[in-house]
Every structure is written in structure tokens, then in C-alpha cells.
């Protein structure tokens, strides 16, 4: 009896534990589009999400909405937005806006659940048609690539607005990771005349996912008529409103600067690092407008890995985990300090963290820590005070004539469009533009540009071109990571990595990857490197859809065109 009630006890005990650390996972994830003739669309996703033990609120379901596409900034327009579940009863949700995305926030912050939900989600979507000279498409990534689940079997099914003949359906779909152009499976739906298309694809990993490509004859959606796709544009583009005299105070601050330029004298090679500027700030000052780049705080997070602070692990599925090795930080600077501090102890447990955990919230930490680089380098004089103090002012000023500047411009300027509008379109832009613009670099900042483009010159340089440089160090694995976290911030991590193919031969101690059976400096430069390794730069570029390109002949691979995001649970 007593042998029976202890194999009874383990058992219990063996049935708790698989439960309690049971993996949340998404058993299905099934859209159904409806496109509609006015070029809007009608998504449902059903998200049947598996919490096993794990007491939860309910999920996160983020959506891109800002893409860079056709030259400038491409917005889609999301409305009507429900969550049921499969009765219809509605959910408890917010909404928000970080970044790109919008993030609906799904369950009730005061009840815990656990096991399997089904939620359903409703939302329309405006401008996600792409037209094309021969045809109409909708390229529409279904699930998302930023899930840190997996996802047991995805599904979609697109209805046209009409029925027509399957002759004339273009469809292609795709699985996997960013960039994958793996085939799913896709079926037309009907005899003869096709009124849909489905796709399914079964077990996606971790940060994998669904996307389609459907293209149909012109004429069965209304193309949006130039003024509409005009305003559009200008909605999404208000700086091509910028007035005159903006773009007279930045033609002097250009000639002011290459005034500068010219005075430090032909470009020359450089082989070190520039004195007093870590590897974010010397992209910052090169990279000048784009300076909120995930690669300054990737360059940042390579640069304490080399010095000994941080190890980067890369895992089999992809995600990296960043461990803290020092607690004795006074040697680093506040703002090195902040990157351990925003992405590693504040969301991190026993001095790691999985970047995965983090994903939603990457982009504004990105935001943050480059802000707090810039930051440093107006306070250290590398940006003009001068111009930054005339920034503020005109933010100041022109927030102040905002409400005011239909008045002032019916009178000063006269009639409603050239006087009312264009007065306070010109506010606007100014108080945007001045609150946000990065300042103008003083006499410093430009001989530290100058040191740079010499910097670059030596990093890029092919090695048969090396015997040029006079006096140019030897090339050894010290003088490889001496520069790499700056190749990383100038975006020429692979031309680096050439020159030591020879030299830079066993992984070093601080970067572990879980896959890499054979080190190759190459392939290391470009995972240590990857902007995927947080997420994106400050805007996401689609590489089909948003940018006006198909999905369809090749163009097209997994996570491309519009939609996708991803999502957690919370």
C-alpha cells in the first residue's frame, strides 16, 4: 500500500511539474481578409494562444502600421477595431501607438488565466492595396515575425471582392524567418470562377511566420484618384510643406559646415578609434539625420562585450541573450551605463536577458539610449548650442501661433488655402521640425567627422590597397575588435572582417553562438552585427508591399509587404 502511494505521489508530482513549466505556444493562428472594391480591407485573426500553466492577463497583438516606402514615410489607416471570443463575447482591450506599431492590449489586468483562449481580432485596414501597371495585389505578412512562440499551424484565406476566372489569380505565399522565401501551401477556392484563395502552413518556430501574396486583374478595386493619394502622401510626408526660410537657415548651416570641412584639409587614413568618442557617437556624427539607428547601440553592446563587461549568446532559435559579467561599472560612461541598465538589469533576471523579452519596448529603448549619446556630444561641443538654442526658441514660438494661425493667415496672407493653410501648415512643420531636427554640428563635431572619414577610409579599404597606408598597424585579432564596434556603427562590419579572414581564426571569448560549429570572421561580423539582433531601426522597411514593389515573380519572401508585427503575452 505504502509502495502504491508513493508511485502515486511521484506520479502527481511528475504531472505537476510538466504542467507548471509547460511552454506557451500558439496552437493556430487563422486569418480570413475580405477585400472590399473602395481598396479597404476586412481582417479577422483567430488566435487560439496556449498559456499552459503560466498565469497571464491575456496577449499583446502588434501591428506595423509606419513603413519607409517611396521615398518618405508610408502610413497605413486602422479603424473599427473588436476582440471577441468564439461566443462573441467581447474582450477587455487598449490600444496604443509605441513607435511604428499599434499594440492592441488584450485581457483584464485584474484576472489571471492560465491554459487555452481563442481571440478573436476585427480590424480594417485603408491603402494595403498595391497597384500595379497589369494588376492588384495584396501582399500582407499574416502572423508576424516577432513572435516569441511558436506557432503550430497558421492559416489564411483572402476573399475577392468578385468572383473571376482562376486564370486570371496571381498567389504565392511564404514561411519561415524575415526574409524566407520558402513555399507554403495555397489552394484557389471554386469552379471556374474563383471567388478566394487559402493558405496554410503547419509548425512555424520561434520569430517565424505566414505571408501572402494575392494579385488580381485592375478594375475590381477603385484606385484612390491623384488628390487623395496626394493628401496621403502629405499626411505622411509633412516636410515636402516645409517652408523657405527653413530651408535658407539650413542652406547656411550647410555652407557654415562645409566652410569647416574644407578648413581641416584632404581626407587621411586613420587607424584608431577617434579620442574621446565611443562607437555610438561617431555614428551619430556621421550618420547625421539617421542617427537612431539600432547599430549605434548594437556598436555600444560589442564594444563592453570587448572590453570584458558583457558575453552575447546567440541560441539555436535565434534569439540573443546578453549576460553581465562586472558589476564595477565607473569606468564606463552614463550613457554605457544606461544601455546595461535599460536592457539588461531593468528587464533581466540573475544578470540576463533574453532580447526577445524585450522586443516591444526595443525601440524605445533604441530611442532613448541615442538620444542620451547625442546628449553627450552637445554637452561636449560636437553640435552647435548656437543652433540648438534657435531650435528651441522656434519650437517655442511657433507652438505658441498654432491655435492662432488660421487668423493670422486669412490677414497677413490672405484667402483660405495660400493664406490659412499654408501659415499653419508652416507652424506645424516648424514646431515639429525644430523640436525634432538634429542639431547642426560646430567647428569640433566637423574635424571629428573629418578624423572619421579617414576612419572609414582604412576600415573599407581592400587589403591589396593597404600598401598605400604608411605606417598602417599589423593585422591581429587585438587590432580586429579594436575597431570593429566602429566598422558596426559605420555599417562596414563585412568590409572589416575580410581583411582578417586569415588573422581572426577562434571566436572570442565574449560571443557564444549555440549553432556555430565552424568559426568563419565573416559570418561573425554579420551576426554580431545584425540590427536584428534589436529588432529595427527606427522605422521598419517592408521589403515589398509598402515600398510599391510586388510579391509576386520573385519579389517576395516572409515578413515582407504590409501587416505582420507579432505579439506576447503579458
Known sequence: MKKFLIFLIIVFGLFVSANVFAAEKINSFAAEININTDASINVSERIEYDFGSAQKHGIFRAIPIKYLARGGSFALRISD???????????QFTTSYPGNNIQIKIGDPNIEIAGRHIYIIHYTIKRAINFFNDHDELYW???GNDWPVAIGSASAKIILPQKIAGADIQSDCFAGPFGSTEKCNSMLKGLGQIDSVSFNENQLAVNNGLTIVV?????????PSVLVSAVDSIR??????????VLV????MWYRRRRYLTDCGPTIAQYDPPENLSPAEAGILWHERRWARASNIVAEIIHLAIKGYIKIIKKENGDYVLELLRDDLHDLTDCQKEIIQEIILKNGTDKKIALSRVALNLESIIYYLNNCFINNLIKN???????????QIGSIISFLLIIPSFAIGMIVLGGFITGALSFFSAMIIIFIFSAFMLTTKSKEGVKAIWYIAGLKMYIEVAEERRIQF?????RNPE?????????IALGLEKRWAQQFVDVYTQAPMWYVDDKMNHFNVNKFATSVASVRMLGANTLPESSGASSGRSGLSGGGGSGGGFGGGGGRSW
Not at 477595431?81 to 474582450?91: E, Q, T
Open 141 to 143: 505578412n499574416i502572423t
Open 215 to 223: 494579385g488580381f486583374p485592375k478594375g475590381m478595386v477603385i484606385k
Open 381 to 391: 561641443g560636437y553640435f552647435s548650442i548656437f543652433y540648438r538654442r534657435i531650435n
Open 249 to 252: 537657415v539650413y542652406f547656411g
Open 236 to 245: 505622411d510626408n509633412k516636410g515636402i510643406l516645409f517652408p523657405i526660410f
Open 470 to 474: 604608411h605606417n598602417a598597424p599589423d
Open 479 to 487: 587590432h580586429f575588435e579594436k575597431l570593429l564596434p566602429y566598422a
Open 81 to 91: 477595431i473588436s476582440v471577441a471570443d468564439v461566443k462573441g463575447a467581447p474582450y
